[in-house]
């Protein structure tokens, strides 16, 4: 009750505080919380080596890997990269919707971006089936296991952001936003990011990358 | 809350990538004949270029402390070049 009555009568303070890009020069600041980019970098750098091992295969068999590759859908990948772009710009200006106070506004981003996630996640069942039923499983060959590994990997990410996005849309309604509040909405909206990278490199080296 | 949408141009980050994807899906889907080493290496580049833009500005890592930043940088350029070498080696 306290802390509540303490951050009501000193908004300048609180507001400042959720502002770190008005006075960028003399307060850096970590987006979320510290602990989180430890889960980042650590969800990068397991992708890192997953994509390098993915090359390294690929150079030991060429040939398959690019008539293996053939069969995939480009253009459902290109629409579901612009799906990703669009929810992290959603996301983007939530935040923005956030720390100034607008409560309509953040909480349709985070949820409009939300469905920009389930769109995704239908296009991505919509070429599993196709795959499946054209006989094309894990099993297949190389090339299909890593596509459904790095892909699944992935749609889990996709998966767990859309949580954290329905999260967001719900502590954005909040009438109060305190300074760990608004560090919980700036975190779930890096992972949601994080989301969105990891797919940016992922699509080019699984449906365009060619020898 | 749009003046600062347009003061850390947020939208003209987004054209970047969007026109970065569309520039992409050309390179490698474009009718050349192979081999399609020097649009693949392209390909790499724009795609650490959109991960780096998407850290800086949507993660809002531009405001972050130096450590954190250039630890974000770092990796961009290692894996980038990482995977470059291993294509373009292997």
């Not at chain 1, 890192?48 to 390294?56: E, Q, R, S």
């Not at chain 1, 579901?80 to 720390?99: E, H, K, Q, Y």
């Not at chain 1, 109060?176 to 080019?204: K, M, N, S, T």
């Not at chain 2, 450590?67 to 080696?89: P, Q």
Request: proline residues 4%.
């Amino acid at each position: 009750v306290n802390s509540h009555v303490h951050a009501e009568t000193s908004p300048p303070q609180e507001v400042s505080r959720l502002k770190p890009a008005d006075n960028s020069a003399t307060s850096r600041h970590v987006p979320g919380e510290p602990g989180l980019w430890v889960l980042i970098f650590g969800d990068l750098v397991l992708f890192g080596a997953l994509f390098t091992t993915f090359l390294v295969y690929r150079g030991h068999s060429p040939a398959l890997f690019t008539r293996s590759q053939r069969a995939l859908d480009v253009d459902l990948g290109v629409v579901n990269t612009l799906l990703l772009l669009a929810s992290s710009l959603f996301v983007a200006i939530g935040v923005r919707g956030v720390r100034r106070r607008n409560r309509q506004l953040a909480p349709w981003m985070f949820t409009v971006a939300l469905c920009c996630g389930a769109g995704f996640g239908f296009d991505k069942y919509l070429e599993y089936s196709d795959k499946v039923e054209h006989g094309i499983t894990p099993a297949t060959d190389t090339f299909y296991m890593f596509y459904y590994v790095l892909t699944g990997l992935h749609m889990l990410h996709v998966l767990l952001g859309m949580g954290v996005l329905a999260f967001l849309a719900a502590q954005a309604r909040s009438t109060h936003i305190d300074v760990r509040r608004f560090a919980y909405i700036e975190g779930g909206a890096c992972f949601w990011h994080l989301v969105d990278l990891l797919w940016i490199v992922l699509f080019p080296l699984l449906y365009l990358v060619r020898s | 809350v749009w003046s600062s949408i347009l003061r850390d141009r947020l939208l003209l980050v987004w054209l970047a990538l969007v026109a970065a994807t569309v520039l992409s899906w050309g390179l490698g889907t474009g009718s050349s004949s192979p081999p399609h080493i020097t649009a693949s290496v392209l390909i790499l580049v724009v795609a650490f270029v959109k991960v780096r833009l998407i850290g800086a500005h949507f993660m809002e890592l531009r405001q972050a402390p130096l450590f954190l930043k250039t630890l974000f940088d770092l990796y961009c350029l290692i894996l980038c070049l990482t995977l470059i070498g291993v294509f373009v080696a292997v």
